[in-house]
Nanobody, 129 residues
Framework: QVQLVESGGGLVQAGGSLRLSCAAS????????VGWFRQAPGKEREFVAA????????YYTDAVKGRFTGSRDNAKNTVYLQMNSLKPEDTAIYYC??????????????????????WGQGTQVTVSS
């Protein structure tokens, strides 16, 4: 079992930055790939980023490439999402999630929400124009 708790959301002006954290329980956290999804009001949940178990590989949706950076510190059981140059369209609830790394770290896998077994409660990010 893995429990995930996100933090770091808030209100920021366009062009600003936030760093989201996803703290995990469990001694085997380094066996999981971690994803970030977001859901804006009235929209479906969408993939944002993913990082593999070691932190050496990442995927990003095109809308955030070059602005968002994922990282992880397995010693602290924490994954981060650094978000720079934020835009109003980034406003959403951001969720982190974990998937068994034995599924592999392939784009078709990590971008699909149903591949993830564990989800956090979400943290609100609001970007004002």
């Amino acid at each position: 079992q893995v429990q995930l708790v996100e933090s770091g959301g808030g209100l920021v002006q366009a062009g600003g930055s936030l760093r989201l954290s996803c703290a995990a329980s469990g001694r085997t956290f380094n066996m999981y790939n971690v994803g970030w999804f977001r859901q804006a009001p009235g929209k479906e949940r969408e993939f944002v980023a993913a990082i593999n178990r070691s932190g050496g590989s990442t995927y990003y949706t095109d809308a955030v490439k070059g602005r968002f950076t994922g990282s992880r510190d397995n010693a602290k059981n924490t994954v981060y999402l650094q978000m720079n140059s934020l835009k109003p369209e980034d406003t959403a609830i951001y969720y982190c999630c974990a998937a068994d790394s034995t599924l592999g770290f392939f784009q078709a896998v990590v971008t699909t929400a149903r591949q993830y077994d564990y989800w956090g409660q979400g943290t609100q990010v609001t970007v004002s124009s």
